[in-house]
């Protein structure tokens, strides 16, 4: 059964630095997403992603954050500068249609020091 | 705002005993509801949506629009139910983002 894959499964970083999450979601896949999971709260969605643009950002995707698909197959998270808050367990999900069922990835947990 | 609502941090159970996990939600439009479990090490998975009214591995959840409320059920619990459960809510008049609660961890002992 496909499924939706991350890497790395962990990365630790300074702050202020750059880091990027990758993600491949299931193949005839369209609609894409990032969450995020600080360590001991709620599964919070930070974008989604259909048709090669961002249909929602929530309020925690500011400017350092950004998304792209620059393959057709790789979906990616960049957050620029990085900030102690930024550590976290970020979860990609896709879905065929938005309305289906969402299919998560096993996350990729950041610390950021 | 949107909100799901999940009371119980733990619920701890016997082998055999029935499980209720609640959830509360608070949209204004009509909602699409599911629950999703996270067994320990793995990935989040969709145990069930309430469109598809169907029962896996025993669970079912009914969704009451009067109360707002989308509850867990089993009747007899398994050890290996033993996960973290999240109630989610999808919004369909925007991009389909889920909005989870916090999450019942579920122990069920021998």
């Known amino acids: 059964e496909p499924e939706v894959t991350q890497t790395p499964s962990h990365q630790v970083t300074q702050m202020g630095q750059e880091v990027i999450l990758r993600c491949v979601p299931i193949?005839?896949?369209?609609?894409f997403y990032w969450y995020r999971q600080i360590l001991g709260q709620k599964v919070e969605f930070l974008v989604s992603?259909?048709?090669?643009?961002?249909?929602?950002k929530s309020e925690i995707f500011d400017d350092q954050f950004s998304v792209e698909r620059p393959d057709g197959s790789n979906f990616t998270l960049k957050i620029r500068s990085t900030k102690l808050e930024d550590s976290a367990m970020y979860f990609c999900?896709?879905?065929?249609?938005?309305?289906?069922?969402?299919?998560f990835g096993p996350g990729t947990r950041l610390l950021v020091l | 705002a949107q909100r799901v609502t999940q009371p119980e941090k733990l619920l701890s159970v016997f082998k055999g005993a029935p499980v209720e996990l609640k959830c509360n939600y608070s949209?204004?439009?009509?909602?699409?509801l599911f629950w999703y479990v996270q067994y320990s090490r793995q990935r989040l998975q969709l145990l069930l949506r309430?469109?598809s009214r169907e029962s896996i591995k025993g669970f079912t959840a009914d969704l009451n629009k009067g109360e707002t409320s989308f509850h867990l059920k089993k009747p007899f619990a398994q050890e290996e139910d033993s996960a973290m459960y999240y109630c989610?809510?999808?919004?369909?008049?925007?991009?389909?983002?889920?909005?989870f609660g916090s999450g019942t961890r579920l122990l069920v002992r021998p």
């Open positions: 999900a896709s879905s065929r249609t938005g309305i289906e069922t969402q299919y």
């Open positions: 193949s005839n896949h369209l609609y």
């Open positions: 992603f259909y048709n090669n643009e961002i249909s929602e």
């Open positions: 949209y204004s439009g009509s909602p699409e």
């Open positions: 309430h469109i």
């Open positions: 989610a809510l999808s919004e369909a008049d925007s991009s389909y983002k889920l909005i």
